[in-house]
């Protein structure tokens, strides 16, 4: 597996396996893609719980304020924050071959609420990052600080430390894309979501939003597998599973049952070889369970 560049396995928060083989190592930030959905589900988890948003019924026309556009798709005004949590805003993907166009647009909130409606608000699920940056935006007009100097402040109090992170034409963190986080410090994320929110024997999130979290309310029409808010939720060796995924096979694994947290980073450049080799790493996580399930 040539493309790997790490794995991180924690049983029961102990450390029983670290494996390097390219990239920046187990301390040093990497590029985590598309796990950024998980991690901006935390932060908008830890917003709800400190009262900067009132909960996942609020709807963004309310959060976003003026940075919503007056001529936004009818229907976006009835997104909620838990629709795009949950990617199910309705609107036309700003991923795959979308997403180029939407990069280089000069305003990305204005081009994700202008997409054409393919769906309801509340619908199925369509995969697409555009709706995580919208949750980034309006953590950044709620609390009323730039959203990366807030995510790098919420996380570092839970011993985390955030990285590069790039910002939209308006100064916006990229939600849900190209957070660098430490394989450590992710995860350190899969125990808090683990242990329902609590962290080295401290309350640092609701123990509720780990069960919103880990509630499905859509499914991916490529892999099959349930989607909550910034996890999708399988079965991995007739265990329940949970993971955010990334471009070029980034991963973040969660399965309490076996008290396991395994983190992957790849190469995160392209080409990436897709669904193919994130096949191989979820076949090396099913090995993993195997392995500590025969203990």
Request: no cysteine; glycine share 12%; net charge neutral.
């Given at each position: 597996?040539?493309?790997?560049?790490?794995?991180?396995?924690?049983?029961?928060?102990?450390?029983?396996?670290?494996?390097?083989?390219?990239?920046?190592?187990?301390?040093?930030?990497?590029?985590?893609?598309?796990?950024?959905?998980?991690?901006?589900?935390?932060?908008?988890?830890?917003?709800?719980?400190?009262?900067?948003?009132?909960?996942?019924?609020?709807?963004?026309v309310e959060l976003l304020s003026d940075r919503f556009?007056?001529?936004?798709?009818?229907?976006?005004?009835?997104?909620?924050?838990?629709?795009?949590?949950?990617l199910r805003t309705g609107l036309q993907s700003t991923?795959?071959?979308?997403?180029?166009?939407?990069?280089?647009?000069?305003?990305?909130?204005?081009?994700?609420?202008?997409?054409?409606?393919?769906?309801?608000?509340?619908?199925?699920?369509?995969?697409?990052?555009?709706?995580?940056?919208?949750?980034s935006a309006a953590l950044m007009e709620a609390s009323?600080?730039?959203?990366?100097?807030?995510?790098?402040?919420?996380?570092?109090?839970?011993?985390?430390?955030?990285?590069?992170?790039?910002?939209?034409?308006?100064?916006?963190?990229?939600?849900?894309?190209?957070?660098?986080?430490?394989?450590?410090?992710?995860?350190?994320?899969?125990?808090?979501?683990?242990?329902?929110?609590?962290?080295?024997?401290?309350?640092?999130?609701?123990?509720?939003?780990?069960?919103?979290?880990?509630?499905?309310?859509?499914?991916?029409?490529?892999?099959?597998?349930?989607?909550?808010?910034?996890?999708?939720?399988?079965?991995?060796?007739?265990?329940?599973?949970?993971?955010?995924?990334?471009?070029?096979?980034?991963?973040?694994?969660?399965?309490?049952?076996?008290?396991?947290?395994?983190?992957?980073?790849?190469?995160?450049?392209?080409?990436?070889?897709?669904?193919?080799?994130?096949?191989?790493?979820?076949?090396?996580?099913?090995?993993?369970?195997?392995?500590?399930?025969?203990?």
């Amino acid at each position: 597996m040539e493309r790997l560049h790490s794995i991180l396995v924690l049983r029961g928060g102990q450390t029983v396996l670290e494996h390097v083989q390219g990239g920046q190592g187990l301390d040093r930030p990497a590029n985590i893609k598309s796990v950024s959905k998980t991690v901006m589900a935390l932060l908008t988890g830890l917003a709800i719980d400190r009262g900067v948003i009132s909960g996942t019924e609020q709807a963004l026309v309310e959060l976003l304020s003026d940075r919503f556009p007056d001529d936004a798709t009818s229907g976006s005004e009835r997104i909620t924050v838990g629709h795009a949590l949950s990617l199910r805003t309705g609107l036309q993907s700003t991923s795959g071959r979308n997403y180029g166009r939407w990069v280089q647009s000069d305003n990305w909130v204005h081009h994700a609420l202008t997409r054409p409606m393919v769906d309801r608000p509340g619908g199925r699920m369509i995969y697409s990052t555009g709706p995580s940056h919208l949750l980034s935006a309006a953590l950044m007009e709620a609390s009323d600080q730039p959203s990366r100097a807030l995510a790098r402040r919420w996380l570092d109090e839970l011993g985390i430390s955030l990285g590069f992170w790039p910002e939209d034409p308006q100064g916006i963190g990229f939600g849900g894309n190209d957070m660098h986080i430490s394989p450590r410090d992710l995860a350190k994320i899969g125990e808090l979501y683990r242990l329902d929110g609590v962290l080295e024997g401290q309350r640092r999130l609701s123990k509720s939003w780990i069960g919103a979290s880990w509630t499905a309310y859509g499914t991916s029409p490529w892999s099959g597998d349930d989607y909550g808010y910034g996890w999708f939720i399988t079965e991995i060796a007739d265990q329940r599973a949970y993971y955010g995924r990334g471009y070029g096979g980034q991963g973040l694994f969660v399965l309490p049952a076996s008290e396991l947290t395994i983190v992957m980073t790849s190469d995160p450049t392209p080409p990436s070889p897709g669904g193919r080799y994130f096949r191989r790493l979820r076949a090396l996580v099913q090995t993993i369970v195997l392995a500590y399930a025969s203990d």
